[in-house]
Nanobody
Framework: QVQLAESGGGSAQSGGSLRLSCAVT????????MAWFRQAPGKEREGVAG???????AYAESVKGRFTISHDNAKITLYLLMNSLEPEDTGMYYC?????????????????????????WGQGTQVTVSS
């Protein structure tokens, strides 16, 4: 059974930084897509950043230049380093994963940041940014 567990959320001041982690267990395939999503109160869940097992990344425009997604292939762990945080970054952050059967050499944002792409989800970790 595939399980994802996020950690690292918390509170930060505007302009500060946080680093989220997502540990994946029970996943046996060598290829995957993984991503971070977030959901603010009263808003729909949105894709923040995605990465495939080859290290190709995709970002939402709102976080480009501020957030960095990375992974540890050996441990299948996903990270999100969030710098220059803004109050608009507040929300519940979820990691998601799916087997990657593609043969393409790129990672399009429409795929990586679409919640319907993913089969496995974590429970979420709260991020609160105050001004």
């Amino acid at each position: 059974q595939v399980q994802l567990a996020e950690s690292g959320g918390g509170s930060a001041q505007s302009g500060g930084s946080l680093r989220l982690s997502c540990a994946v267990t029970g996943y046996t395939d060598s290829r995957y897509l993984m991503a971070w999503f977030r959901q603010a109160p009263g808003k729909e869940r949105e894709g923040v950043a995605g990465i495939d097992s080859d290290g190709r990344t995709a970002y939402a425009e709102s976080v480009k230049g501020r957030f960095t997604i990375s992974h540890d292939n050996a441990k299948i762990t996903l990270y999100l380093l969030m710098n220059s945080l803004e109050p608009e970054d507040t929300g519940m952050y979820y990691c998601a994963a799916v087997n990657d059967a593609r043969s393409e050499s790129s990672l399009p944002p429409w795929l990586a940041l679409n919640q319907h792409t993913y089969s496995y989800w974590g429970q979420g970790t709260q991020v609160t940014v105050s001004s």
